[in-house]
């Protein structure tokens, strides 16, 4: 038996998320059949991802692992697949790694963007695909904010009560807030994230950037390790797991295809 890793990306509009439910309304249900299928068998190909995407939330690549006796090339899986899969879910790469390769625990880093519209009316082309802001924002206190929340941190006070992690502490490598027109992206890399992270965190820097709250507001935050405290989770629309970073010997970062995926949002 050969383990495989696939790179897919999924508009998460209309799934329930990534992890399997009862009601199979989500992209691992979907994809796992379009495996059984593939393979010529009854069953669903169960398999293993690097990050859970929670509903609404898209993923310009998500890396997933399985194990399986099909000696297909690369470019095979990639097509075969693809075809019983509906046009929102897509594989966009295939490659056989070692037994050792595990898609969540073999990973380094996972990164995230969120994309936030900001102007007083809401973008109809970017329904589903973009947060929503319509009020102004200070850009530079939520930059000072956001420096305050780089590094390794108990962020309890962001963290989903439904969260499953065996403990709060992650380290944050990079949070860049950049102006593309009417846009802000905002960039988010860690080790790895609890449940809603990402959300209440940008739910805390609107806080800020509207003015609600003060810049030094998040290091109370993080201190107080409260999710009591916090702000509001924020709206699913405009997060995308953007990519996963892995080490060098499984080769799989140069095919990571996020960058030619994004590409074409000029944010403008």
């Avoid at 102006?179 to 860690?190: H, Q």
């Avoid at 805390?204 to 609600?212: D, M, P």
């Amino acid at each position: 038996m050969a383990r495989m890793a696939l790179g897919l990306a999924y508009d998460g509009s209309s799934w329930q998320g990534w992890q399997t439910q009862p009601h199979r309304q989500t992209v691992q249900d979907t994809l796992e059949a379009a495996l059984g299928k593939f393979a010529g068998i009854p069953d669903s190909v169960p398999t293993v991802c690097a990050g859970r995407t929670d509903t609404g939330v898209h993923a310009a690549m998500q890396v997933v692992h399985l194990d399986t006796h099909l000696d297909r090339r690369p470019e095979s899986w990639v097509r075969g697949v693809n075809a019983f899969l509906p046009p929102s879910i897509a594989v966009q790469w295939a490659q056989p790694v070692p037994e050792d390769f595990h898609a969540r625990f073999s990973a380094r880093s996972r990164t995230y963007l969120y994309v936030l519209w900001r102007d007083r009316v809401r973008p109809p082309l970017w329904a589903g695909r973009a947060g929503w802001c319509f009020q102004p924002l200070d850009v530079g206190a939520m930059r000072q904010a956001a420096a305050a929340l780089l590094g390794e941190h108990d962020f309890s006070s962001f963290r989903s009560s439904q969260c499953q992690a065996r403990h709060p502490v992650r380290t944050l490598h990079r949070l860049d807030i950049d102006e593309r027109g009417s846009f802000l992206v905002f960039t988010l890399r860690a080790n790895a994230f609890l449940h809603h992270m990402v959300r209440n965190l940008m739910g805390a820097l609107l806080q800020v950037g509207q003015g609600r709250q003060k810049a030094d507001w998040m290091r109370v935050l993080l201190a107080a390790r409260d999710r009591r405290l916090g702000a509001a989770t924020f709206s699913p629309d405009g997060l995308y797991l953007s990519s996963i970073e892995y080490p060098p010997e499984f080769r799989l970062n140069e095919l990571d295809g996020a960058p030619r995926l994004l590409s074409p949002f000029t944010f403008t």
